[in-house]
């Protein structure tokens, strides 16, 4: 039934996932060194960080990571498709820790990209509130995955009754 907790938490987390999908993550200024970073973004322009690019003052796109716009599609897709297998709850937590495992995966991914990818290029690395959001995701989906099991285990207790 669609009107559990877990549904609730579940909701969230395809709602923070999405939101981190459409907001920048991170902003990044160049240092003053004459690289093809600089020459591309401009000395002193700021740089914000998407999923999939770098945009610099809304001028330039530069492709940059797929493995975090990867990552965190999968992710929202599989949390969407999590919220409508309430009938099958062994799956949904399977999907559930599967879901929270690719976050983790994706906070990883962030931090080896801004402080071992890009650091040497830019000289400040300033994280944005939106990165926090599939962190929230990950609290969301580990409260949804404990919703689930407290249903099965009060379904396997009525079973024993019966």
Not at 87 to 94: G, N, T
Request: hydrophobic share 55%; net charge positive.
């Amino acid at each position: 039934m669609l009107q559990r907790i877990q549904t609730i938490y579940l909701l969230l987390a395809f709602a923070f996932c999405l939101a981190c999908l459409c907001l920048p993550i991170a902003h990044f200024i160049p240092g003053d060194e004459r690289g093809w970073m600089a020459e591309l973004f401009g000395v002193y322009s700021q740089v914000d960080m998407y999923n999939l690019w770098l945009v610099s003052e809304g001028k330039h796109v530069f492709y940059y990571c797929p493995v975090l716009m990867g990552l965190l599609v999968i992710t929202t897709g599989l949390v969407f498709i999590d919220i409508w297998l309430f009938k099958h709850r062994a799956l949904q937590m399977r999907v559930a820790t599967f879901c929270m495992i690719l976050l983790v995966f994706w906070h990883i991914a962030y931090g080896i990209i801004c402080y071992l990818g890009i650091s040497p290029i830019f000289t400040y690395i300033r994280p944005n509130w939106a990165a926090a959001l599939p962190f929230a995701a990950l609290i969301m989906l580990y409260l949804a995955f404990r919703g689930i099991l407290k249903d099965e285990m009060l379904v396997r207790s009525l079973d024993r009754l019966r």
